[in-house]
């Protein structure tokens, strides 16, 4: 049972490009969570989605960034005209239900700002 | 703000030695979590604690559970190198959200 892939697993990308960061979650799994994570730092929530819903946004910076999870393919985070202090690691995780369940994480992806 | 709170941040062990961290939150939880991430690596699931007072052990590891559901420890007996990491609770159902809220993790180091 493939775990939680997301890719790309490293990014680089000049200030004011564009970054989009994909994940697939656990066969059978059908809520994504979004957190990100500073050098050195825990990990902070940024969204919780289900297939074609966004449950739970409140962690999301209010501009550039954005989130779906559509009926088919895997969930993107996307981030428009990125700036240096984006620079960090995404991790998605997934779960089978929402409350109460473990949520298991992909490898993570390295978004460097230059 | 930052709901659950998780001390210390970091603790520095000669091997052998034992290691706590203690996660508190502000609010009654439905359940914790705990985690280990590997440095450059990504958060691992260790264990899920749901019942009041609730202990569970993984060899050298113990977790716990407190009676009012605000408050979790991690207990490592007898430090190994293999041990050394970053450690996360995160606690479920805080004011009836969906998500887990992660304490900021204790980052232990192991003279060897």
């Known amino acids: 049972n493939a775990g939680v892939m997301q890719n790309p697993r490293h990014l680089v990308r000049r200030r004011g490009q564009e970054a989009r960061l994909r994940c697939s979650p656990m066969k059978g799994h059908s809520h994504v969570y979004w957190y990100r994570q500073l050098p050195e730092e825990g990990l902070k929530f940024m969204v919780y989605l289900q297939k074609e819903n966004i449950i739970d946004e409140s962690g999301m910076p209010k501009e550039r960034f954005s989130a779906e999870f559509p009926k088919e393919g895997p969930s993107i985070l996307r981030i428009q005209q990125v700036v240096r202090g984006d620079s960090a690691a995404y991790f998605c995780?997934?779960?089978?239900?929402?409350?109460?369940?473990?949520?298991?994480f992909g490898e993570g992806s390295w978004l460097t700002v230059v | 703000g930052q709901q659950v709170m998780q001390i210390p941040q970091y603790q520095h062990v000669q091997e052998g030695e034992d290691f706590t961290t203690y996660c508190n939150s502000s609010t009654t939880l439905s359940n914790i979590q705990w985690y280990k991430q590997r440095p450059g690596g990504h958060p691992v699931f260790l264990i899920q604690l749901v019942k009041s007072g609730e202990v569970k052990k993984q060899k050298r590891l113990t977790f716990q559970f407190g009676e009012a559901k605000k408050n979790s420890s991690l207990h490592i007996t007898a430090t190994q190198t293999t041990d050394v990491g970053t450690y996360f609770c995160?606690?479920?159902?805080?004011?009836?959200?969906?998500?887990?809220?992660f304490g900021q993790g204790t980052r232990l180091t192991i003279n060897p």
């Open positions: 995780a997934s779960s089978p239900a929402g409350a109460g369940n473990t949520i298991y």
């Open positions: 995160a606690g479920g159902g805080i004011q009836g959200a969906q998500k887990l809220v």
